[in-house]
Antibody
Framework: QVQLQESGPGLVKPSETLSLTCTVSGDSIRSNYWSWVRQAPGKGLECVGYIYNTGTTNYNPSLKSRVTISIDTSKNQFSLNLNSVTAADTAVYYC???????????????WGQGTLVAVSS | DIQMTQSPSSLSASVGDRVTLTCRTSQSISTYLNWYQQKPGKVPKLLIYAASSLQSGVPSRFSGSGSGTDFTLTISSLQPEDFATYYCQQSYLTPLTFGGGTKVEIK
């Protein structure tokens, strides 16, 4: 079955860059859309952005100036970079496959286990 | 952005109860609405997509309905493993947005 696994530092200093990688198994990253969703402690879910295998991206406007999502088809991985982080970026970061129908993105399934990233000095 | 409002924010119910959760959107989204279940410390799980399609492997006691701006998730007979937080998510427009969640607790 399709599995996703996030990896990256669990602690990032304020003003620095948060970098995470998601490794996909059981599906080719050349198909589907791939996304990042985050959840601040005790809060709801927020879509950070997503990428297609062509490199086409879509970012949440609230984060757009700070976010970059990239894809490495040779490794079946995609990555998230979020720069100039503050304490407000502390969250569990999930990677997820974003299913599409008739060219329109739809629902997130499945999800990785999530990784907690704390922003603190 | 499309705003998603879930109600109630929390509810208490007993095993065997029929439970209905509501999601309202700030503009019409046809049936571009999905539902997730999240248990404490766990990963969100897709239950319903496109407003009423049951994800494979999800028990049939879960059902979804609605179109336009008003949607419901119904659990026909609440089971102990159903106590969780439920989120709706729209995919009509980007940015993709989620509701604030409804927490279903044990009475």
């Amino acid at each position: 079955q399709v599995q996703l696994q996030e990896s990256g530092p669990g602690l990032v200093k304020p003003s620095e860059t948060l970098s995470l990688t998601c490794t996909v198994s059981g599906d080719s990253i050349r198909s589907n859309y791939w996304s990042w969703v985050r959840q601040a402690p005790g809060k709801g879910l927020e879509c950070v952005g997503y990428i297609y295998n062509t490199g086409t991206t879509n970012y949440n406007p609230s984060l757009k100036s700070r976010v970059t999502i990239s894809i490495d088809t040779s490794k079946n991985q995609f990555s998230l970079n979020l720069n100039s982080v503050t304490a407000a970026d502390t969250a569990v970061y999930y990677c997820a496959r974003l299913r599409a129908v008739a060219g329109s993105v739809g629902w997130f399934d499945p999800w990785g286990q999530g990784t907690l990233v704390a922003v603190s000095s | 952005d499309i705003q998603m409002t879930q109600s109630p924010s929390s509810l208490s119910a007993s095993v065997g109860d029929r439970v209905t959760l509501t999601c309202r959107t700030s503009q019409s989204i046809s049936t571009y609405l999905n539902w997730y279940q999240q248990k404490p410390g766990k990963v969100p799980k897709l239950l319903i997509y496109a407003a009423s399609s049951l994800q494979s492997g999800v028990p049939s006691r879960f059902s979804g309905s609605g179109s336009g701006t008003d949607f419901t998730l119904t659990i026909s007979s609440l089971q102990p493993e159903d106590f969780a937080t439920y989120y709706c998510q729209q995919s009509y427009l980007t940015p993709l947005t989620f509701g604030g969640g409804t927490k279903v607790e044990i009475k």
